[in-house]
């Protein structure tokens, strides 16, 4: 039997078609016991009867992860498959310290696997990078990010830390704390319906906490989605679905979470910020006018993940740039004349005149339609949040102003009085 594909960790693909039926993401994925220790397409058998195929070890951290393992055992050495990815057998070590217990996802950069740290004593996600120049080069970007953060963080951490990085045959690896689920599992695991708003409050006081501290440190994420926030621990409960009488949602225990892959994070000095960024979804309208982008590029996305953690759906479900454009008219009203006409080359197509170019433009009968049947904000959030809708309503309009300089930063977002009931303490939910 061969291992069944897993998914594509965070920005694997930048737009995705409508209907939004995304493959599962995160670094809570593993292989089913039946299914685990295949090489290459080639079965191997489970951990035990790999394993036990190693002469035992005297290595001073043998224990019972480490059973049939010698520590300093090498794997054989292997070509990178066609793309560069590193190629591994289950069971196997990665440096002496590290022993690979499963894939947990796989992306354009590389794989995750979840690995025993001999030396810590505790499981790990270890982000083996493609042996590809490119995507060393970003990784190492990357890693410097991450050591920014983890010196200016204080105890509590609302961005995922590094633990360790090296080289290893010509792919960086870097070592984080393994997580839990993304909000997106729990999304897809729930059939995509929404979350209880005490929890979405939660939740989005400590995303903008986050963005509030990357961008003190002049960082901007630039892809910020429901799949790069993980829970911090993997334990779920069953509630009752008030909006779903006789139904349940499987939700974490813990509303604690953090940001993750920071592989697109830039710093705010950086000179050429024309180019495309943010994941289609949470992409925000300068970004596709090319006017331009800064912090509040990310501000846009987390309003994004608010309306889809409240709904269970992506606000904008498209993939073409005029068709997300007359989606955010449809509910957010016209865009600004000023931005029309300062819109590049390559996006002044998308307008006639004082108006964008709308359904004229069209590509279809099914993308009118597709605009057509949003609501406006007000509409869709009351549709699904029967209390404190009028300040999540009023913070997403400040959010969600097309014009950045007037769009709310993190920092004025979290004095909202839609976040004043969330409190310090992070909430546990209790079975029903």
């Keep these: 039997m061969e291992l069944e594909c897993l998914p594509e960790l965070p920005h694997a693909h930048v ?12 670094w809570d994925v593993s292989a089913p016991a039946a299914q685990i ?22 290595d001073t951290y043998y224990s019972v992860h480490d059973k049939g393992v010698a520590r300093n055992a090498s794997p054989p050495w292997r070509e990178d498959d066609k793309d560069g990815h590193y190629m591994f057998g289950l069971g196997e070590n990665l440096t ?9 996802g796989e992306g354009t950069f590389g794989q995750v696997l979840e690995c025993w740290d001999r030396e810590a004593k505790e499981m790990v996600a270890i982000k083996v990078v493609r042996g590809v120049k490119k995507y060393w080069d970003a990784a190492k970007i990357e890693i410097d990010v991450l050591q920014q953060l983890a010196k200016h963080q204080e105890s509590v951490s609302l961005c995922v830390q590094i633990r360790n990085w090296f080289d290893y045959r010509n792919h960086i690896c870097i070592v984080f704390e393994k997580l839990g689920p993304s909000l997106y599992d729990f999304l897809w695991k729930n059939g995509y319906r929404p979350f209880p708003i005490d929890l979405v409050r939660e939740i989005g006081k400590q995303l903008f906490e986050s963005v509030a ?4 440190l002049k960082l901007i994420h630039t892809d910020l989605k429901p799949e790069n926030i993980l829970v911090v621990s993997a334990e779920h409960v069953n509630v009752s679905d008030y909006m779903n009488p006789g139904g349940s949602l499987r939700l974490p225990k813990s509303s604690s979470v953090k940001v993750i892959d920071f592989g697109s994070t830039t710093h705010e000095r950086r000179q050429d910020n024309s180019y495309i960024v943010s994941t289609r979804h949470y992409r925000a309208p300068e970004v596709m006018l090319g006017l331009g982008w800064s912090y509040p590029c990310d501000v846009w996305s987390l309003g994004c993940i608010l309306v889809e953690l409240c709904t ?3 606000l904008f479900q498209t993939h073409e740039n005029l ?15 000023h931005m ?3 819109a590049d080359r390559h996006a002044e197509k998308y307008f006639r005149r004082t108006r964008l170019n709308w359904p004229e433009g069209a590509s279809s009968r099914e993308s009118i339609n597709a605009v057509h049947k949003l609501h406006r904000l007000q509409n869709l959030v009351m549709k699904h949040v029967d209390r404190s809708g009028g300040d999540l309503i009023d913070l997403l309009q400040g959010l969600f102003k097309y014009d950045p300089s007037e769009r709310l930063t993190a920092v004025e977002a979290l004095r909202h009085p839609f976040f004043s009931r969330s409190g310090n303490r992070r909430r546990e939910l209790r079975a029903t």
């Design 312 to 314: 269970g759906e992506a």
């Design 340 to 342: 029309m006409k300062r």
């Design 96 to 104: 002496s310290r590290y022993k690979i217990y499963s894939k947990m």
């Design 37 to 58: 220790g295949v090489l290459c397409g080639q079965e191997v058998g489970d951990i035990t009867s790999l394993v036990s195929l190693v002469a035992p070890s005297n």
């Design 15 to 26: 737009d995705r078609p409508r209907p939004r039926k995304r493959a599962r993401l995160g």
């Design 213 to 216: 501290f990357m961008h003190s």
């Design 323 to 337: 068709e997300h454009l007359a989606m955010m008219e449809r509910v957010l009203g016209p865009i600004p004349l």
